[in-house]
């Protein structure tokens, strides 16, 4: 199954876990120990290809509000990998799944590690708001995004730990390692394994 009939015929990206994990570990790989921080201890997942990993100030920011509400949210999405965005963004251009709203492959907030989907949204506005975050609103209700001091090559760096993960993988058809994301990448995502590799 490639990723366009993942999209098609399931509405979570679990499947997809092993192969977002490798990129993410690409991407981490990648960047300064400084850029990037783990939530996982301060939230409860629930999104079974759930990367808990956000922009150091962003996640700083999240845990901030987490203490002062003295609770876990439950995590959807907090970072996304290049294919859990194609999923997402395909299921919402094709009406699938009641994605609300999903931004393009290589645009998205969740990509550039700024972004988080949490349940019981309506009770994380108000604090969240007081550390920069800010919900979408009715139109995506778990959505929020950090409005804060942000890396803003971050998207950048997650397209090329795509595109080098694909390379130690297929060093006979090299994509170039550019952080664009453009019709030969989106071919190479097309054929990534949704198992990873």
């Known amino acids: 199954m490639n990723l366009k009939e993942l999209a098609q015929t399931e509405c979570s990206t679990e499947k997809l876990a092993p192969l977002a994990r ?3 570990r690409t991407l981490i790989a ?6 990037v921080i783990d939530i996982s201890e301060h939230v409860n997942i629930v999104g079974g290809s759930t990367l808990p990993y956000l922009q150091r100030a962003a996640g700083e920011a999240l845990i901030a509000a987490i203490n002062e509400a003295g ?3 439950k995590l959807v ?3 996304r990998t290049l294919p859990q965005q194609y999923m997402v963004h395909y299921q919402y251009i094709h009406h699938l799944c009641s994605i609300p709203l999903a931004a393009s492959p290589g645009t ?4 550039r ?4 989907d949490i349940q019981e949204h309506q009770s994380w506005i108000e604090v969240l708001k007081r550390h920069h975050w800010v919900w979408r609103g009715p139109a995506d209700r778990p959505h929020f995004n950090y409005h804060g001091p942000q890396d803003a ?4 760096a997650e397209i090329k730990a795509f595109q080098q993960t694909w390379n130690d993988h ?3 058809d090299l994509l170039k390692v550019d952080g664009a994301y453009g019709p030969n990448t989106e071919k190479k995502l097309l054929l990534a394994p949704i198992g990873g590799w």
């Open 22 to 24: 490798q990129i993410a």
């Open 30 to 35: 990648s960047l300064p120990a400084a850029e």
């Open 71 to 73: 609770k876990r949210p």
């Open 77 to 79: 999405h907090a970072l």
């Open 108 to 111: 998205s907030p969740h990509e």
């Open 113 to 116: 590690g700024i972004a988080i």
């Open 153 to 156: 090559d971050f998207g950048i």
């Open 170 to 172: 297929n060093p006979n």
